[in-house]
């Protein structure tokens, strides 16, 4: 076990990504719209760093998913940030109706001047090409499966679900352009790359697991100490050999006198993985 926080770099760069890329740039002149989903936990390291690269001036709707899962306080001051540098910015939950219907009229409300200069040449309006873009694992076939109103992607909290991209019709005169999870080529600050692990938009073999885990260990000990207690009868982790004796104690992960490291950092993982801590953001201002 090793608690060192390393600098990381990663060049890893799917060939179905790469794709992903040539095939926006080939539908560019079509696309109306860009809804780019980031995860609202961690609102800065999901947000695709070139994203300007792809979508050109498109008009974009900036739409921080898992509402229900983060710390509201610290990532409302992140919407406030990227309303600041001239986005429309949607805080949503994913399971609340109400949240799709404001993307509809904020799409609408976008557009409006589109479809008034088409009224004043005599035209119809036009269905809306919306790209629903974004890192993997971010909530975008879950999105797409609402705004359908119908299963029409598969949905998965590992990243890698959806593999193709095609355009999917909506009740809502929109049409959406579903994408695979797109990241940049290279990870190259060591935040960053925890973070994206730490929420499964890498997949798991990408860095340590022991890795990812002491981080998240690390985080709610700084930030979030009451989840860190309630959940691992932990009050600080000063000491992380420490902790996963503590917690390998907990989950029954100790045999002949030794600790299953492996288990104890899975298990810690997996807490996130599968939406047993909730409320916490690990981006920070």
């Known amino acids: 076990m ?3 926080q390393n600098s990381t770099n990663i060049n890893w ?3 179905h ?3 992903t890329r040539r095939l926006i740039a080939e539908k560019y002149t079509t696309i109306d719209i860009v809804y780019e989903l980031v995860d609202a936990r ?3 390291s999901s947000k695709i760093k070139d ?3 792809i979508i050109g001036n498109k008009p974009k709707i900036l739409i921080m998913t898992k509402k229900d899962l983060c710390d509201l306080k610290v990532t409302k001051e992140w919407v406030k940030y990227y309303e600041n540098l001239g986005n429309h910015v949607l805080l949503v939950d ?3 109706t109400q949240d799709y219907e404001k993307i509809i009229s904020l799409t609408h409300e976008i557009m409006a001047d589109v479809q008034e200069k088409r009224k004043d040449k005599g035209l119809k309006e036009k269905e809306i090409r919306a790209l629903v873009i974004g890192i993997p694992n971010v909530g975008k076939s879950t999105l797409i499966n609402r705004l359908c109103k119908r299963k029409v992607a598969n949905v998965g909290n ?3 679900v959806t593999k193709d991209i095609t355009w999917l019709k909506t009740n809502s005169d929109i049409l959406l352009l579903d994408t695979p999870g797109i990241l940049w080529p290279r990870l190259d600050q060591g935040t960053v790359a925890l973070n994206l692990a730490a929420f499964t938009a890498l997949k798991q073999e990408i860095l340590p697991i022991d890795e990812v885990a002491v981080y998240i260990l690390q985080q709610l000990s700084e930030y979030y100490p009451n989840i860190l207690q309630e959940r691992y ?3 600080k982790v000063t000491d992380v050999l420490e902790a996963y004796e503590v917690i390998a104690q907990k989950i029954g992960a100790i045999k002949n006198g030794e600790v299953d490291y492996d288990r104890v950092s899975l298990k810690i993982i997996n807490d996130i993985k599968t939406e047993s801590i909730k409320g916490i953001t690990f981006d920070r201002k």
């Open 2 to 4: 090793d608690n060192r």
């Open 13 to 15: 760069f799917p060939g």
């Open 17 to 19: 990504m790469a794709k």
């Open 42 to 44: 961690i609102p800065f």
């Open 51 to 53: 994203i300007y690269n």
């Open 94 to 96: 994913l399971n609340n």
């Open 158 to 160: 590992n990243p890698g």
């Open 233 to 235: 009868g932990i009050k």
